[in-house]
């Protein structure tokens, strides 16, 4: 069965530009998160969507990025006017409905976009 | 100050060792993810435990949470053990987003 699929899998653009990666997630997930691991820093949280509930935003660094999930599926994530500090592999996790009464459940990652602003 | 905390940060271990990566964690969080990551960066989830223990192969995962405190232990280790373990805790308030560790970097030499 297919996994988690990002793309690009590689993007270089230039300062100022924008930039759209993009995750499919497992069929059936309704959980999907997106993280971020830059160069010599561990990884972080960005957002979280789940089922049709409002995303939790909490983790996005500034307000040039932004990230949508349509029809519950593919999810989209834009940073705008990039700067150099954004080069980083952006994750992508996808789950089953987790907490409450349901329990945890485990993340299933993507391979990641590797992003470099020059 | 992360709410998980790892050690250690590099581990270089022979062929056929026994491994052990710690990992500590806050107030909030109610279960942990062990994660590896192989150079080129894809993760997989090893385990994700919130008591007890869990076996998979060569490798275990325990976790103790009265002292909040979590370990991976691998037995036997091979050199394509060599990667980056990650501990990452998910928190008790219901969004099941993960914290990480800042990881360890595991070594084996044949």
């Known amino acids: 069965g297919a996994g988690v699929s990002q793309s690009p899998s590689n993007k270089v653009t230039e300062k100022g530009k924008d930039v759209e990666l993009r995750c499919d997630p497992i069929?059936?997930?309704?959980?999907l998160y997106w993280y971020r691991q830059s160069l010599g820093q561990g990884l972080e949280f960005l957002i979280y969507?789940?089922?049709?509930?409002?995303?939790?935003k909490s983790g996005l660094p500034s307000d040039r990025f932004s990230a949508e999930r349509t029809g519950g599926s593919v999810s989209t994530l834009t940073i705008q006017r990039t700067q150099q500090e954004d080069s980083a592999v952006y994750l992508c996790?996808?789950?089953?409905?987790?907490?409450?009464?349901?329990?945890?459940?485990?993340?299933?990652f993507g391979d990641g976009t590797r992003l470099s602003i020059l | 100050k992360n709410e998980v905390e790892q050690s250690p940060q590099n581990l270089t271990a022979q062929e056929g060792e026994f491994i052990t990566i710690n990992c500590s964690y806050s107030?909030?969080?109610?279960?942990l993810h062990w994660l590896q990551q192989h150079p080129g960066g894809g993760i997989v989830s090893l385990f994700m435990?919130?008591?007890g223990k869990k076996k998979h192969g060569r490798l275990i995962a325990t976790i103790n949470i009265q002292e909040k405190h979590s370990s991976l232990h691998i037995t036997a280790s091979h050199p394509r053990d060599s990667a980056v373990y990650i501990c990452?805790?998910?928190?008790?308030?219901?969004?099941?987003?993960?914290?990480f560790g800042t990881g360890t970097r595991l070594t084996i030499i044949p």
């Open positions: 969507f789940q089922g049709n509930s409002a995303p939790d």
């Open positions: 990452a805790g998910i928190t008790i308030f219901g969004n099941e987003k993960l914290t």
């Open positions: 435990l919130s008591s």
């Open positions: 069929s059936g997930h309704t959980a």
């Open positions: 107030v909030g969080i109610s279960a």
């Open positions: 996790a996808s789950s089953l409905a987790g907490g409450g009464q349901g329990g945890h459940q485990p993340q299933h």
